[in-house]
């Protein structure tokens, strides 16, 4: 079945940092791919998104490019804030699987002044 | 801006005991989603929701666990006769779709953490 991998946390990175938190999927078809981002006491916020091979996503200065070749969504960053501080959920929507979200394990971000 | 809220944040109960999780979708979506985070675990899928039925289901969503949307406005989920590993925060999600190639996000709330004693 489909399934997403992430590396294990925590990161803890200093402010203006490069980030890169890597993520591999494993899916039939062509899956839609999304960063998620959970600030703590809230919610899961949409981050970026891709729909198709050599898309790339990007908000708020993060980036990830949709690899079929390799199975990846990688997201970077090239200068971190303390305000980025958060978790981090790679995930993927399978074609025409009625929308649901299967996620990795989380990636939490900490980033030092 | 139009946010899926949750109610209650925190809840306690005791193993055996039925619990209900309410959910406020976003007035237009029409795809509504039931997920689950077990402290330290990666977030599950539970149930899609669409058109008063229910869409999809995971092996998570036994017969102790239902949904329901009993008016125009609330989604909620039902746990009839809790256990200790029921204990996680639940989210709920919705959407205006979800069909074809196109993706619809899915907007969350923040959570119900669920404690079961």
Redesign the interface.
């Known amino acids: 079945g489909n399934s997403v991998t992430q590396m294990e946390g925590p990161v803890t990175l200093s402010e203006e940092a490069f980030l890169t938190i890597n993520c591999t999927y494993t899916a039939t078809g062509y899956p839609s791919l999304f960063w998620y981002v959970q600030y703590p006491g809230e919610g899961l916020q949409l981050l970026l998104k891709a729909t198709k091979a050599d898309d790339k996503g990007s908000n708020k200065g993060f980036e990830a490019t949709y690899r079929k070749e390799t199975t990846s969504f990688h997201l970077e960053k090239g200068s971190v804030q303390v305000s980025d501080s958060a978790v981090y959920f790679c995930a993927l929507s399978g074609y025409n699987q009625g929308g649901k979200l299967i996620f990795g394990q989380g990636t939490e971000l900490s980033v030092k002044p | 801006e139009p946010e899926?809220t949750q109610t209650p944040s925190h809840q306690v109960t005791q193993m055996g005991q039925e619990v209900i999780l309410r959910c406020v979708p976003i007035s237009n979506h029409l795809?509504f989603?039931w997920?689950r985070q077990i402290l330290g675990?990666?977030?599950?899928?539970l149930v899609?929701f669409?058109n008063n039925e229910i869409?999809?289901k995971s092996e998570i969503f036994d017969d102790q666990f239902s949904v329901e949307r009993p008016d125009g406005s609330n989604f909620t989920l039902k746990i009839r006769s809790t256990k200790l590993e029921d204990s996680a925060m639940y989210?709920c999600?919705s959407?205006e779709?979800?069909?074809?190639?196109?993706?619809?996000?899915?907007?969350?709330?923040?959570?119900t953490r669920l404690t079961v004693l």
């Open positions: 899926v795809y989603y997920y675990q990666k977030v599950e899928f899609s669409y869409s999809e989210f999600a959407s779709g979800a069909t074809g190639s196109s993706y619809n996000e899915q907007f969350f709330g923040p959570g």
